[in-house]
């Protein structure tokens, strides 16, 4: 997954020659060939609970007030995006992309092992909606746990349908098994700062309150501050 301390926060434009020479959108989401969903894949243990998602868009545009997405979690236990286990809709007008954004899953969504997590949305139309999450540059990630869904419903990998290794800008916060009841109440925020001039210069801080505490913190890097 991405280290935001460490990789280069990028979004990849599709190349104008794609698409029969009319390409245009963006690999990390909406684009000319009618990708319908982008997610990253994540660890986890039977019983943990994915209580919300954090994830940071680079392109959020509505073409109308009641333009929304899906942020939804996957059953990954065959290492392929399945079942829908949990959805949690949201308009595209209430997505930031100064900031990234906090989106809690109302009720928790108890996962059986490795998941999948990200934006799903409707098919292309008159007028376009353009949602497409920030990613880190090809390679920072090996392998690459960015997947898509196509126009036909199919999942990829990044790899096979770009040919590249990547990690979308998705991050995860999960109780452990037994610790369910303590999560009453938990919530969390974010704070962020851009990168300059596509330098590794980008910060991003969580910050918790209610459940019960002390509070830890696992970053995709393995940072625990």
Not at 60 to 82: D, K, L, M
Not at 118 to 138: F, H, M, R, S
Not at 194 to 216: E, L
Request: proline residues 4%; glycine residues 10%.
């Amino acid at each position: 997954n991405i280290d935001i301390a460490q990789d280069t926060l990028v979004i990849y434009s599709v190349s104008p020659n794609d698409c029969s020479g009319s390409g245009w959108g963006f690999l990390s989401g909406h684009n000319c060939w009618d990708d319908r969903a982008k997610a990253d894949y994540f660890t986890a243990t039977s019983g943990d609970t994915v209580k919300a998602a954090i994830l940071y868009f680079a392109k959020a545009y509505a073409a109308s007030g009641a333009s929304s997405v899906n942020v939804r979690v996957w059953n990954g236990s065959t290492g392929t995006p399945g079942a829908v286990l949990g959805t949690q809709n949201v308009l595209v007008n209430q997505l930031s992309t100064t900031q990234p954004v906090l989106v809690t899953f109302s009720p928790a969504v108890l996962v059986t092992g490795n998941f999948f997590l990200g934006v799903e949305w409707a098919a292309n139309a008159t007028p376009q909606d353009t949602v497409a999450l920030i990613t880190n540059k090809d390679g920072e990630t090996m392998p690459g746990t960015a997947w898509e869904m196509w126009s036909d419903n199919t999942w990829h990998h990044d790899s096979s349908s770009w040919g590249v290794n990547l990690a979308h800008a998705i991050w995860v916060v999960k109780c452990t098994p037994g610790s369910s009841p303590n999560c009453t109440g938990f919530s969390a925020s974010t704070t962020s700062t851009n990168p300059t001039c596509s330098a590794s210069t980008g910060t991003a801080t969580a910050s918790a309150t209610g459940g019960t505490t002390p509070y830890t913190y696992l970053w995709s890097n393995n940072g625990t501050t």
